[in-house]
């Protein structure tokens, strides 16, 4: 029989938060003085910020100044009590949680466990390429693009092995995909001629291909205008209403009947909701999101609650989710810490979302920038999109690496963490077993 983890004993009724993500972090942040025991569990020991994961897996940044660990960022908040543990089960008739370490029990329940990477059926793809959702993913995937440059320098001559290892395909054309085929073209550019002079770079070929009609499908016409010009000028091929079909570690076929030889296929197409077992199948939604209701409680259930990409959440005004974004999940956490704040009253006001814009980066001096009131594109809005995600980021201290990674880079053109600590190899374990809450 499960014991449970050791946690100290309180009166306070126990809210417990699965996943550190954006939400969960937020929630536990702005519980401080509620009248509540907070447990915050996830099987990572540190919060990731994703949305520079691209520069890690592109040799930007380095794994530490996107990452920080929990017991650093509660280290001064004694409200919350973190614990390793990856979550098997809700048994949501006796107020419990299953997990590696032990049984947890609760009185409030709140899911914030993120998403994973949606192959869609393909398991060709989910087998062979290579998903972006967490840092060892991303290390995984600098490891290989270099392991593969390293391999293709050593090579006589010009073959179809040789292409297949430094042509790179990026298959998603929404804000990940890109950024990282942009930071991909700039690597060609100004950092690969400089390790690899012996290898002719005009073999080098970046796909970025996207199923719909334009990139950048939830900005304005003008920002997937834009973006599409700056990838093209900096040398990607862009492929719009292409939809990949099958891929075997090599080869990649798609919609258009256009058949790419390539070892390193970046899948950035999509994702689905990360749903523990226990939750009722019936309020699982499209997606693998869960139904929620105004005050972001699972349908059905009384102590329950979801948030972020896992949640699915329908505002009264239209009939579509909101979209699995970062800023989502954050209002999520400070909606639901005031609302346990304040007792938890019947009468509450429905969560609502306020769009604060949209942004994306192709490279230097090159982004494009949407907010309710205003559009920009280019210089300007490449260091409006720095300057926000740098005081996105958790601490200090994340906050000054990046800066000096970014000035750094600005200055010399280069990308100092060209480096293979772990080698890649097929066999490991497949990529898209990814962790929850993060």
Do not use: C
């Not at 891929?247 to 798609?254: E, L, P």
């Not at 958790?394 to 800066?403: D, E, L, Q, T």
Request: avoid cysteine; aromatic fraction near 10%; charged fraction near 20%.
């Amino acid at each position: 029989m499960s014991q449970n983890i050791k946690i100290p004993e309180s009166k306070l009724p126990r809210i417990v938060i699965v996943g550190g993500g954006f939400g969960g972090l937020q929630l536990a942040k702005h519980l401080k003085g509620a009248p509540y025991q907070v447990v915050l569990l996830d099987r990572h020991n540190y919060h990731t910020f994703q949305p520079l994961l691209y520069q890690v897996a592109t040799a930007g940044l380095e794994p530490s100044s996107i990452a920080s660990p929990f017991r650093r960022i509660f280290e001064n908040k004694t409200h919350v009590i973190f614990r390793m543990a990856e979550v098997q089960e809700v048994v949501s008739e006796r107020n419990m949680l299953r997990t590696t370490m032990g049984d947890v029990p609760y009185d409030y329940l709140v899911l914030a466990t993120g998403s994973k990477t949606n192959f869609f059926g393909m398991k060709d793809v989910e087998r062979n390429a290579m998903p972006m959702k967490t840092i060892a993913q991303a290390l995984e995937l600098r490891s290989m693009m270099i392991q593969n440059f390293e391999k293709a320098v050593s090579l006589d001559e010009k073959s179809e092995e040789k292409e297949s290892l430094i042509d790179i395909v990026v298959v998603g054309g929404g804000p990940t995909g890109i950024e990282t085929a942009g930071a991909l073209a700039e690597l060609k550019k100004h950092v690969l001629p400089f390790d690899y002079p012996d290898l002719d770079l005009n073999m080098m070929d970046i796909y970025l291909v996207e199923l719909g009609p334009r990139l950048l499908a939830g900005m304005s016409q003008q920002a997937s205008d834009k973006s599409k010009e700056y990838l093209e000028k900096m040398g990607v091929h862009v492929w719009l209403n292409t939809g990949l079909e099958s891929y075997d570690g090599y080869r990649a076929s798609f919609s258009n009947g256009k058949t790419i030889l390539t070892t390193s296929l970046i899948y950035a197409a999509g994702v689905s909701g990360v749903v523990i077992n226990g939750i009722d199948s019936s309020v699982i939604a499209r997606g693998q999101r869960i139904a929620i209701d105004g005050n972001l409680r699972v349908k059905g259930y009384s102590d329950i609650f979801a948030m972020g990409d896992v949640a699915s959440f329908i505002p009264e005004s239209t009939a579509v989710p909101l979209p699995m974004v970062a800023p989502v999940s954050m209002q999520m956490g400070v909606y639901l810490a005031q609302w346990f704040k304040k007792g938890r009253p019947k009468q509450h006001h429905a969560f609502r979302y306020y769009d604060k814009g949209s942004m994306a980066t192709i490279g230097r001096h090159k982004a494009v920038v949407d907010l309710p009131f205003w559009k920009t594109q280019g210089a300007f809005a490449w260091f409006v999109w720095m300057f926000v995600h740098l005081m996105s980021l958790v601490g200090f201290a994340n906050r000054a690496k990046v800066f000096m990674s970014w000035a750094y880079s600005y200055l010399s053109s280069d990308k100092r963490y060209r480096l293979v600590i772990r080698p890649h190899r097929k066999e490991r374990e497949p990529m898209s077993r990814e962790p929850m809450g993060v």
